[in-house]
């Protein structure tokens, strides 16, 4: 090789070395927590834990399909979406199948991270982009709950993602896009109701999830928070939850739907609403006071056009 085409050579592999280094280290999954944090040694309330675990909507997920009991969390239904068929793990105390072996960093790490404890990316499917918001108490708590729970073995199928998704480590440029860890969207005032409410709907009920739209890359659009539309699935239509619909329920009637599933117009929701609304029977009269306070309150935003 001459001195010139060496010389190109080490001009353009050096550049391209730099680059692929470069992305190796933006992709990679960063643990927010270390294994022995101290904040994760305290034991968790189990009651106070299963309010999380209701209000965190997490049985409509990770319960096994085909079954009636909502706490055999051995996971595997099938979510579709524009990005692949994706499904839920199973977070069963199983300590082989499931989460048994796991410590309560380690769940922490999922919930505000997005990191498995084998520090690969969980997909976005898994809407740690809300639960990230979530406290050290409410995660300890609910790490206590599911650790009562019944151990399911078995473990899913492979998610099935799409081709821009197909190398997990892909996730870390979106992520590095996308996702703010530790950050809530929450509209907190310093109010305990509003306070409390903007927590619950933003966090860990991650409302935000479904009654919004999302990009060409399947992030939450900040313009249509809320506002509805085609569904993850592409299949139905999510309502809309702002006051441009719901202008004319008064909190009662929010408050009311949360505990029975019925609606001012004397209907009931229906579809994976329903589920939601098994989940938020179970919380306290207060909690569902704050939510529909919050709801309440959101601007009126109108729905996108598909």
């Known amino acids: 090789m001459g001195r010139i085409a060496y010389k190109v050579a080490v001009a353009i592999l050096l550049p391209a070395a730099a680059a692929a280094i470069a992305a190796f280290l933006v992709t990679s999954a960063h643990p927010p927590f270390s294994p022995d944090d101290p904040r994760f040694e305290v034991k968790g309330d189990v009651g106070r834990g299963k309010l999380v675990f209701a209000a965190g909507d ?35 105390p199983d300590p082989v199948d499931g989460i048994g072996r796991w410590r309560a960093a380690d769940l922490a790490n999922a919930l505000i991270g997005g990191v498995s404890p084998r520090r690969e990316h969980y997909y976005p499917s898994f809407p740690y982009t809300s639960f990230t918001g979530m406290t050290v108490a409410d995660i300890n708590d609910v790490y206590a709950y599911l650790m009562t729970l019944p151990k399911v073995s078995g473990r899913v199928p492979p998610h099935d993602p799409a081709i821009l998704f197909s190398i997990r480590r892909s996730v870390g440029f979106w992520k590095l896009i996308f996702f703010r860890q530790g950050r809530s969207a929450a509209n907190a005032d310093g109010k305990t109701m509003p306070d409390r409410g903007a927590y619950l709907v933003e966090t860990v009920s991650h409302c935000a ?49 949360l505990r ?12 994976s609403m329903a589920d939601v609304v098994t989940n938020t029977a179970m919380l306290p009269e207060g909690d569902r006071e704050a939510i529909a306070h919050y709801i309440k309150a959101l601007p009126p935003i109108a729905t996108p056009h598909p």
């Open 58 to 92: 997490c049985a409509s997920c990770h319960a096994t399909p085909g079954q009636s009991d909502r706490l055999q969390l051995g996971g595997g239904m099938a979510l579709g979406s524009p990005f692949g068929t994706f499904r839920p793990p199973n977070i069963s």
């Open 209 to 257: 999830e479904c009654h919004s739209s999302r990009n060409a890359f399947g992030a939450i659009r900040s313009d249509t928070l809320f506002a509805g539309g085609i569904d993850p699935q592409g299949t139905g239509f999510v309502p809309n939850i702002t006051q441009e619909r719901l202008g004319a329920w008064t909190e009662t009637d929010i408050a009311t739907m």
């Open 260 to 271: 029975t599933g019925e609606t001012p117009n004397h209907g009931r929701v229906g579809s």
